[in-house]
């Protein structure tokens, strides 16, 4: 049984972990509205806004990184506290799940606001070269290689990124894949539990099989008839 002073430890500690996810979770959303915002506004005009958005974005990243690594100090010291009973430890596990869902979608925002900038970048810089040469201050042979070949890095770097993007989406699918192994194993376990349950389980089973067999003979039964009644 933990203390009276770890219960109340225990307590402060789980309301900071609320107040920072509360917070992080509205940090996000506005994260992901801008990163939507920028992303339009540096496509749609190759000049400077006044609010420099991207700046602004890069600050709001910060700070969401930052309140990442209270949370999980918070969960660390959640931990060494000894728990009472299964419910502390379902809490722990679950703020340590909501961290890592915050972080997937914080760095599937940032990845898809980088790689739409870079893709941005590339087109702004291949329309400016098109327009450079039909207005014959083309580069030389050389120059243009040398730009080839940064455009040939900065594809694989956009590459790069949506891998990584797929990457982690992978992760979050196996995350859930694990979730709803976790939620089967305890139905089995309640199931066992209870055997009257489970036999009544094996009972509609078996009667569900015994009707569709059932219901397999006559549906053969009444194709035969048919059959021979066509074949008469």
Known sequence: MATVAGVIGWEELRKQAQHLENEIDAKLDAFNKLG??????HSSSDTVPLLDEEHVFENMATEIE?????LSAVNDKMSEIKPDGGH???RIQRHREILKDYKLEFNKTQNNFIARRDREDLLSSVRKEIDNYKSGSGLN??????KESQHIHNSDRLVNDQISIAVETREHLV??????KRIQTRFN??????????????????????DSII????IGFCTFLMLLYAFH
């Open 175 to 180: 995350s859930q894949r694990h979730t709803f």
């Open 66 to 70: 930052s309140l990442f690594a209270k």
């Open 88 to 90: 502390m430890l379902h």
């Open 215 to 218: 219901l397999g003979l006559i």
């Open 36 to 41: 939507v915002k920028a992303g339009s506004a």
């Open 141 to 146: 042979r050389r120059d243009q290689y040398l």
């Open 189 to 210: 376990d309640i199931s066992n539990r209870f055997p009257a349950v489970n036999s009544l389980l094996q009972r509609i089973n078996i009667r569900k099989r015994r």
